[in-house]
């Protein structure tokens, strides 16, 4: 599993003020499960029979799903984590704001190698416990599935 | 050779004139980018049309609901006029830029405690920019007959290729 690195900071880093970023609380987790969809007539993961959207759709015209990897994006306003892709590509994310009644506003965006984008913005508004899912960049004859969820708040420990 | 997507879309749909046709037709015969691009253009039209069959999604009313939920950020991306294709109806599809996308879920209701919370829903879209490929917002059935929110990108433009 690929650990999701912080960037670009509008604040004083962890280090500066002594605690570490391991032990800061995140306002917000979003689990990212990474999936590999293609025909090669292989079924669906063990791993993924709790996703009943990969039957659905234009999902239905894969037969084949792989997990690749999973991972945990812990979000603080003012940060942006990020997490690179098995295709080079790199995840960007960015916690906007925590609504009252529980709703967490987040931006998303991807990225090419060269820094270029190639979702410039995708601005959701999601209650905890909710997914939605970023599909259809090529890899390896298939595309990727990136599986966004938001962890309940027991996550943000 | 360069083709743009708004021609394989055009070709795709027996829309192109008939001399930029032949310039296709040309290109795919010696260009394999331009056959991967093709296919992959078939294969995501037989996925939409697929989930309209399996959805039904064909009553005046679904399909106005399905078209609120799909945005698109060009008038004729690939990707997403299959998909507006496949589910719009006409003027139902709103062009976006960096804009927000009609499937915001209701308005907050109140609570027995006087707060807010949210109605049920799907995760709402509230911005999405493609950039420089197509792509659509819809939703598909998920856990517990919920709704699942789908960003979909067209990316046959990739050196990996999309399908």
């Known amino acids: 599993m690929q650990t999701p690195t912080a960037t670009r900071s509008s604040r004083p880093s962890a280090e500066r003020l002594g605690a570490s970023a391991a032990t800061e609380r995140a306002e917000a987790v979003v689990e990212l499960m990474v999936l590999h969809a293609t025909h090669q007539k292989r079924g669906i993961d063990a791993r993924l029979r709790h996703l009943p959207e990969l039957t659905q759709g234009p999902f239905a015209a894969f037969d084949t799903y792989r997990l690749l990897e999973r991972a945990e994006l812990r979000l603080r306003r003012g940060d942006k984590p990020t997490h690179r892709l098995p295709n080079g590509r790199v995840l960007g994310t960015e916690l906007i704001a925590l609504e009252k009644g529980g709703a967490v506003r987040l931006v998303a965006s991807i990225s090419e190698p060269g820094g270029s984008a190639f979702l410039p913005l995708l601005e959701v508004r999601a209650q905890r416990g909710q997914r939605f899912i970023v599909a259809g960049q090529g890899y390896l004859r298939g595309i990727l599935v990136l599986v966004l969820t938001l962890m309940p708040a027991a996550a943000e420990r | ?163």
């Open chain 2, 1 to 163: 050779m360069t083709v743009s997507d708004e021609t394989l879309m055009l070709f795709h749909d027996g829309e192109l004139d008939a001399e930029r046709a032949r310039a296709v037709k040309v290109g795919r015969l010696h260009h394999a980018e331009v056959t991967a691009r093709l296919e992959a253009l078939a294969l995501l039209g037989d996925a939409v049309r697929l989930w309209v069959a399996e959805t039904g999604v064909d009553t005046a009313v679904e399909r106005r609901q399905a078209a609120r939920r799909v945005g698109r950020r060009r008038a004729l991306g690939a990707g997403a006029a299959l998909f507006a294709a496949a589910l719009a109806v006409p003027g139902a599809v709103t062009a976006l830029g960096r804009a927000g996308v009609d499937n915001a879920p209701p308005d907050p209701v109140l609570s027995t405690h006087g707060e807010s919370v949210a109605a049920p829903g799907p995760v709402a879209v509230e911005a999405v920019d493609f950039g420089a490929h197509p792509g659509a917002v819809f939703q598909v059935e998920g856990a517990a007959k919920s709704e699942t929110t789908v960003v979909w990108l067209d990316d046959a433009n990739s050196d990996s290729h999309a399908l």
